[in-house]
């Protein structure tokens, strides 16, 4: 269970706050049930409310710093996604950005700027599902790189593009 204050990742919705946990009932037929209030970082109006138990949506803890700082000096050691048929890559990268796993982002990012390299270097284009996932994986990692380094989103992009540089 998280804490009242403590940052978490939910969902798709990237960082937020846990602002509090309170009991509510959403009808009358349903039983009272402990949520947490979620304000998402970015988004200062914002409120989110999610059952404590919820299994649909991945809430998790934050990479913790000296994580952080492993995934930046080892990011020339990720193992990239073996080549497949595009459907395949596809799937594989919709579930690597749902998993919430930091390593995997680093991984789809890391594939896919060789796979752009490769195509630049052929006179051609990224592919434009090739392009989503890029920005995607490199959004979440940034987020997330920056707000537990604490760094701005510049440095923060900075030093991922310098550690998947070597």
Same mark, same amino acid.
């Given at each position: 269970m998280f804490s009242v204050g403590e940052y978490i990742s939910y969902g798709n919705n990237g960082i937020c706050k846990v602002s509090e946990i309170c009991m509510m009932q959403l009808t009358k037929d349903m039983p009272k049930k402990e949520y947490y209030v979620l304000q998402p970082l970015h988004e200062a109006a914002g409120k989110i409310y999610i059952a404590v138990d919820n299994q649909k949506v991945l809430m998790r803890s934050l990479m913790p710093k000296a994580e952080a700082n492993r995934l930046l000096n080892e990011a020339g050691s990720v193992a990239v996604f073996? @080549? !497949?048929n595009p459907r395949e890559t596809e799937e594989e990268y919709k579930s690597a950005l749902r998993s919430g796993d930091w390593n995997q982002w680093m991984r789809i990012v890391k594939t896919v700027r060789i796979k752009k390299k490769s195509r630049e270097d052929q006179g !051609? !284009?990224?592919t434009a599902s090739d392009e989503r996932y890029l920005r995607e994986a490199t959004e979440k990692?940034? @987020? @997330?790189l920056g707000f537990v380094l604490e760094l701005d989103k510049e440095e923060t992009s900075s030093r991922l593009s310098a550690a998947l540089a070597n």
């Open positions: 073996a @080549e !497949k !051609k !284009k990224m990692l940034t @987020e @997330e």
